[in-house]
């Protein structure tokens, strides 16, 4: 076995995820640089319990968003068509709400509203989001003449460090994290970097020029399966 490999990941991860990259001989450290704290606030109780009485489409493009809104919630599980981001969001709302409450998922918030606009008969939808959600999924929905109740659940905001010891790779997973990464950092030239989906990818590319990697899927999981296939083959 050569040298161990030593790679960045800006969010935390499973430890099992951790183990399994050492027996790749690939060392994972994880260091966060964005922190999410729910929006708790007298209002956004009470437009999340007013959307609770209805019968309606609700979105969630973040696993942040899922968790405020069942911390609200507390036990109550709505009449909601559920329209939301595979894999750890999915997981999520699968494991509250019910997997007969999933009307429809996608691997990005673009083609998330293409499945809303093709699959619901909804003209109006409720989007539980945080405060640097993207634009993409409301301008797409509003241009079909969708109505989109915004709801901002949580905030972002950026823990930036600086580093000293060079890494193999950078696993990303955010355009905040992004940000807050090259506040204080810049990567080195033969060093890569994992993206989650297109969009942290297009936000890596305003601050560097190297190699970027997307993941197959956009899971967390997904994305250090192939930091381990591409970084173990270079041993």
């Not at 060093?191 to 969009?199: D, E, Q």
Request: a negative charge.
């Amino acid at each position: 076995m050569g040298d161990t490999i030593n790679i960045l990941s800006t969010r935390p991860l499973d430890d099992e995820i951790l183990q399994e990259a050492s027996r790749q001989g690939i060392d994972i450290r994880v260091l966060s640089f964005i922190d999410t704290a729910p929006v708790q606030t007298i209002e956004v109780a009470e437009e999340v319990e007013q959307a609770a009485l209805m019968e309606t489409v609700v979105v969630f493009t973040s696993m942040n968003a899922v968790d405020a809104v069942t911390d609200i919630l507390f036990g109550h599980v709505p009449d909601w068509q559920i329209y939301c981001i595979g894999n750890t969001t999915r997981k999520l709302v699968a494991d509250y709400f019910g997997e007969e409450s999933i009307a429809g998922t996608a691997d990005s918030a673009g083609n998330l509203a293409d499945a809303i606009i093709d699959g619901s008969y909804a003209d109006e939808v409720f989007f539980f989001c945080g405060d640097q959600r993207r634009d993409e999924l409301p301008d797409k929905l509003k241009k079909a003449g969708i109505l989109v109740n915004e709801i901002v659940v949580y905030e972002t905001v950026a823990t930036p460090h600086k580093l000293t010891e060079p890494f193999a790779g950078v696993l990303f997973y955010s355009p905040s994290a992004v940000d807050s990464f090259f506040i204080h950092n810049r990567l080195p030239d033969h060093a890569l970097a994992f993206a989650i989906g297109n969009t942290t990818a297009n936000a890596i590319r305003k601050y560097a020029g190297n190699k970027i990697i997307i993941a197959d899927e956009p899971g967390k999981e997904q994305l250090v399966a192939k930091a381990i296939e591409i970084l173990g083959n270079k041993k």
